[in-house]
């Protein structure tokens, strides 16, 4: 069996060693490749199939930044590439979303987070740490005037449903949800299809979607 193929892509050098540390750990024996440049992730991408690029992404850092970010989605897909959001800011997260990332992270992850984001990026699954969800959420909140506010409360999560949906959204199963937060699995689907109504959508998926 083919050892997972995984590329850093402008790394710091907090990231280089963390990163390192974390892929020898989960994935013993995987290969390892930095790159300082696109024309380097293509060269990589020529030597064989790339599993996982892991990327801080910084929107208006040259070397970190939106152009560097979709180059590497054309050249990798956005599935299989997993970024750490710094600072995780709202717009930061959006941004990186809407180009085509599915697997994203703040700064302050957990050890159990990153292994979580690192397995999405390798199975090609969509992924949004706590962090994230959390920050995502919160920018949502109603701006404007007192009436417009006041009709947007109604459709606004209380605390325990975003509680809910920021550990669904991370990808936790409910059993784990229900689990974690000490409740029934009747009251974690309640709590689900309740914000699930109020977002206006049918699925986690698009539940991610819309808050970014």
Not at 163 to 176: F, H, K, T, Y
Request: net charge negative; with cysteine.
């Amino acid at each position: 069996m083919n050892m997972p193929y995984c590329i850093l892509f402008h790394p710091s050098e907090f990231t280089r060693s963390s990163w390192t540390l974390l892929l020898k750990k989960i994935l013993p024996g995987c290969k390892i490749t930095e790159a300082s440049s696109v024309d380097e992730v293509r060269r990589a991408v020529e030597t064989g199939p790339v599993n996982v690029l892991m990327m801080e992404f910084q929107p208006r850092d040259m070397d970190h930044g939106l152009e560097s970010l979709k180059a590497a989605i054309t050249l990798i897909g956005g599935k299989h590439i997993m970024l750490i959001c710094g600072p995780p800011a709202p717009v930061t997260t959006r941004t990186a979303m809407h180009a085509g990332a599915s697997v994203c992270l703040g700064c302050n992850e957990s050890v159990d987070e990153l292994k979580r984001a690192l397995h999405a990026a390798l199975e090609g699954v969509p992924f949004l740490s706590s962090e994230l969800a959390s920050v995502l959420a919160r920018s949502a909140a109603p701006t404007g005037c007192p009436e417009e506010e006041e009709e947007a409360s109604q459709y606004a999560l209380s605390m325990r449903e975003e509680e809910v949906m920021d550990l669904l959204v991370s990808g936790l199963r409910p059993s784990e949800v229900a689990s974690r937060l000490g409740l029934s699995m009747k009251t974690i689907s309640s709590h689900k299809r309740n914000a699930l109504g109020k977002l206006g959508v049918s699925n986690i998926l698009e539940a991610v979607r819309m808050w970014i």
